[in-house]
């Protein structure tokens, strides 16, 4: 039982030796790669640098201990840090001792929504989330995070820090301000993170950059010519934090405590899923929400942010030779060596840089390629990408998302009220139906129509079933017979059955037309026989297959 709750008790007993060195050499990589960027990414949250090492201590702890993935690198990323300067900015100016005690809140309720949907097994739930409407989102959130980073790249305190139309207007207006020491910084710290990790990407390249621009400022005192550095980082562990939960914080929060679940979810299961197919084990994914959500809760009692799986830092994990959860608990106590005895060495660190580094990481996160492969494939959901991209940077990210979400749901709606149809005829060499319009020497019958529908039925598309039926009966004038083939038909709603029994009732009244049934499948012949359809109709919904109903024709069985 305890197994199943806590999946450490599950590797290890089982711990290899031979592992230990890969954990190792792992927990120590992402650990030097997660101080730089957990401090970048709080300060993208709104929130003192400090938190983003609080975030990546008992979180990254409490995910090993209930966590199914092996190699998933949990912690701050950019994403999860945009939304929540989106979502709690809208209530409380950033950086307050207000801001910091919502975020705290807003914490403990991704952790209690994630656990729940863990408990209730609902992770099915963010399947209503497609890859076109992520990938649009996700690119969209970029350029909104890497724009968000400008004031501090050029050293002047824009004042619209949202909306990526403003901040370039005011960045055009303002151009005489900015600080050249500072871009200078900035810029030099993008050139070396985009060289360094392509020519030797081994080397943890943020680090370098950091430490780089701590000694060139420290000696050449640049703080005095208005480059603005970190100053004082709080030393030591995190101290007992409650958050202050209110009916008013928590209706307020509630949407975007929501978007941020789905979301973080999404980009921690796609990349345990990834990376576990490669291993040969399993994720699971209700047991994944349990471990993010308890992380999640657990942070929040120990000043931290909301966290989830990063893409970027799981693939070094999982390159730099983790197999188990214990690079994780390396890491975790790593960055807690450093809260206690060196947060001292980050005082010079220029903002410039963090900013440099956050442009640098979200950068790949834009996803063109992705939306020129939709519009390939079909446009209908190229379009969602394009809606979901455009809705993001016009409205806000929490909008975006929103409008995406819906919008992808009527193209869904529209796809299944709209299916493919097709009209079948006999290929006498090859022994199969096929659509006479991919084959036209398929052979037809003059009294006989085979027609097959290749979706569902339901209240939504029974008129389109019903207009296209009409429109085949009406060039065939002699058809006597209509073999409806049911072999893509996996379900169908009362409504959709009732509309058929119509249509039957209306042709069988008015034309003379028989309807008979091939290929239906156990869960609709279950339907059909609830409505009664056996005292109704007999044998006309069971024939096996197209052959045994044209079999039955010609037999004058019906």
Same mark, same amino acid.
């Not at 300060?43 to 983003?52: K, R, Y």
């Given at each position: 039982?305890?197994?199943?709750?806590?999946?450490?008790?599950?590797w290890?007993?089982?711990?290899?030796?031979?592992?230990?060195?890969?954990?190792?050499?792992?927990?120590?990589?992402?650990?030097?790669?997660?101080?730089?960027?957990?401090?970048?990414?709080?300060?993208?949250?709104?929130?003192?640098?400090?938190?983003?090492?609080?975030?990546?201590?008992?979180?990254?702890?409490i995910?090993?201990?209930?966590?199914?993935?092996?190699?998933?690198?949990?912690?701050?990323?950019?994403?999860?840090?945009?939304?929540?300067?989106?979502?709690?900015?809208?209530?409380?100016?950033?950086?307050?001792?207000?801001?910091?005690?919502?975020?705290?809140?807003?914490?403990?309720?991704?952790?209690?929504?994630?656990?729940l949907?863990g408990?209730?097994?609902?992770?099915?739930?963010?399947?209503?989330?497609?890859?076109?409407?992520?990938?649009?989102?996700t690119?969209?959130?970029?350029?909104?995070?890497?724009?968000?980073?400008?004031?501090?790249?050029?050293?002047?305190?824009?004042?619209?820090?949202?909306?990526?139309?403003?901040?370039?207007?005011?960045?055009?207006?303002?151009?005489?301000?900015?600080n050249?020491?500072?871009?200078?910084?900035g810029?030099?710290?993008?050139?070396?993170?985009?060289?360094?990790?392509?020519?030797?990407?081994?080397?943890?390249?943020?680090?370098?950059?950091?430490?780089?621009?701590?000694?060139?400022?420290?000696?050449?005192?640049?703080?005095?010519?208005?480059?603005?550095?970190?100053?004082?980082?709080?030393?030591?562990?995190?101290?007992?934090?409650?958050?202050?939960?209110?009916?008013?914080?928590?209706?307020?929060?509630?949407?975007?405590?929501?978007?941020?679940?789905f979301?973080?979810?999404?980009?921690?299961?796609?990349?345990?899923?990834?990376?576990?197919?490669k291993?040969?084990?399993?994720?699971?994914?209700?047991?994944?929400?349990?471990?993010?959500?308890?992380?999640?809760?657990?942070?929040?009692?120990?000043?931290?942010?909301?966290?989830?799986?990063?893409?970027?830092?799981?693939?070094?994990?999982?390159?730099?030779?983790?197999?188990?959860?214990?690079?994780?608990?390396?890491?975790?106590?790593?960055?807690?060596?450093? %809260? #206690?005895? $060196?947060? =001292?060495?980050?005082? @010079?660190?220029?903002? !410039?840089? +963090?900013?440099?580094?956050?442009?640098?990481? &979200?950068?790949?996160?834009?996803?063109?390629?992705?939306?020129?492969?939709?519009?390939?494939i079909?446009?209908?959901?190229?379009?969602?990408?394009?809606?979901?991209?455009?809705a993001?940077?016009?409205?806000?990210?929490?909008?975006?998302?929103?409008?995406?979400?819906?919008?992808? %749901? #009527?193209? $869904?709606? =529209?796809?299944?009220? @709209?299916?493919?149809? !097709?009209? +079948?005829?006999?290929?006498?060499?090859?022994? &199969?139906?096929?659509?006479?319009?991919?084959?036209?020497?398929?052979?037809?019958?003059?009294?006989?129509?085979?027609?097959r529908?290749?979706?569902?039925?339901?209240?939504?598309?029974?008129?389109?079933?019903?207009?296209?039926?009409?429109?085949?009966?009406?060039?065939?004038?002699?058809?006597?017979?209509?073999?409806?083939?049911?072999?893509?038909?996996?379900?169908?709603?009362?409504?959709?059955?009732?509309?058929?029994?119509?249509?039957?009732?209306?042709?069988?009244?008015?034309?003379?037309?028989?309807?008979?049934?091939?290929?239906?499948?156990?869960?609709?012949?279950?339907?059909?026989?609830?409505?009664?359809?056996?005292?109704?109709?007999?044998?006309?919904?069971k024939f096996?297959?197209?052959?045994?109903?044209?079999?039955?024709?010609?037999?004058?069985?019906?």
């Amino acid at each position: 039982m305890i197994k199943k709750l806590m999946p450490i008790f599950e590797w290890l007993p089982n711990y290899k030796k031979s592992d230990l060195s890969g954990d190792m050499s792992a927990g120590l990589i992402v650990a030097i790669m997660l101080i730089p960027q957990g401090m970048a990414y709080a300060m993208l949250a709104g929130l003192p640098p400090v938190i983003g090492l609080y975030a990546s201590t008992v979180p990254l702890l409490i995910y090993a201990l209930f966590g199914t993935s092996r190699q998933l690198a949990v912690g701050p990323v950019a994403m999860v840090s945009l939304l929540v300067l989106a979502g709690v900015s809208t209530i409380a100016e950033p950086g307050t001792d207000e801001y910091i005690s919502l975020v705290l809140l807003l914490m403990f309720m991704i952790g209690v929504i994630q656990l729940l949907m863990g408990i209730l097994k609902l992770g099915f739930l963010v399947n209503f989330m497609s890859h076109a409407v992520i990938s649009g989102f996700t690119s969209a959130a970029a350029i909104i995070i890497g724009l968000s980073q400008l004031k501090h790249l050029i050293g002047v305190s824009l004042e619209a820090d949202k909306d990526v139309f403003l901040i370039l207007w005011e960045t055009v207006n303002r151009i005489s301000e900015i600080n050249p020491v500072t871009l200078s910084i900035g810029v030099i710290s993008i050139i070396l993170l985009i060289v360094l990790k392509k020519v030797i990407p081994k080397i943890p390249a943020p680090l370098i950059v950091v430490v780089a621009s701590i000694l060139t400022v420290y000696f050449l005192q640049l703080q005095n010519t208005g480059v603005k550095i970190i100053g004082e980082v709080p030393q030591g562990l995190p101290s007992l934090s409650l958050p202050a939960v209110t009916g008013e914080a928590l209706i307020a929060l509630l949407p975007i405590a929501l978007t941020i679940s789905f979301v973080g979810f999404m980009e921690s299961i796609a990349m345990a899923k990834a990376i576990a197919a490669k291993e040969k084990y399993k994720v699971v994914p209700n047991k994944e929400l349990t471990g993010l959500g308890l992380a999640n809760i657990g942070g929040s009692f120990f000043s931290g942010y909301p966290v989830t799986g990063g893409f970027s830092r799981s693939a070094v994990n999982y390159q730099a030779g983790a197999r188990t959860p214990l690079a994780t608990i390396i890491t975790a106590v790593l960055i807690t060596l450093t %809260l #206690l005895f $060196f947060t =001292g060495l980050f005082y @010079y660190l220029p903002n !410039a840089v +963090l900013a440099a580094i956050i442009m640098v990481a &979200v950068y790949s996160l834009i996803d063109v390629k992705e939306a020129k492969y939709l519009f390939k494939i079909r446009k209908a959901d190229g379009s969602v990408w394009v809606i979901t991209f455009l809705a993001t940077l016009f409205f806000g990210i929490v909008e975006g998302i929103i409008i995406g979400v819906i919008y992808s %749901l #009527l193209v $869904f709606v =529209g796809k299944r009220s @709209y299916p493919h149809v !097709a009209e +079948l005829g006999y290929l006498e060499e090859e022994r &199969v139906y096929r659509n006479i319009q991919r084959y036209p020497n398929a052979e037809t019958e003059r009294e006989t129509l085979i027609y097959r529908f290749d979706s569902s039925l339901f209240f939504a598309n029974m008129g389109i079933f019903e207009d296209r039926l009409n429109e085949r009966l009406i060039d065939k004038p002699d058809t006597k017979w209509v073999v409806l083939d049911f072999s893509g038909v996996n379900t169908i709603d009362a409504v959709a059955i009732h509309h058929l029994e119509e249509i039957m009732e209306t042709q069988a009244n008015d034309h003379g037309v028989i309807f008979l049934f091939s290929g239906v499948k156990g869960p609709v012949r279950d339907l059909f026989e609830k409505a009664g359809w056996e005292k109704k109709y007999g044998d006309v919904y069971k024939f096996m297959s197209i052959n045994h109903a044209r079999q039955a024709i010609r037999e004058e069985r019906v």
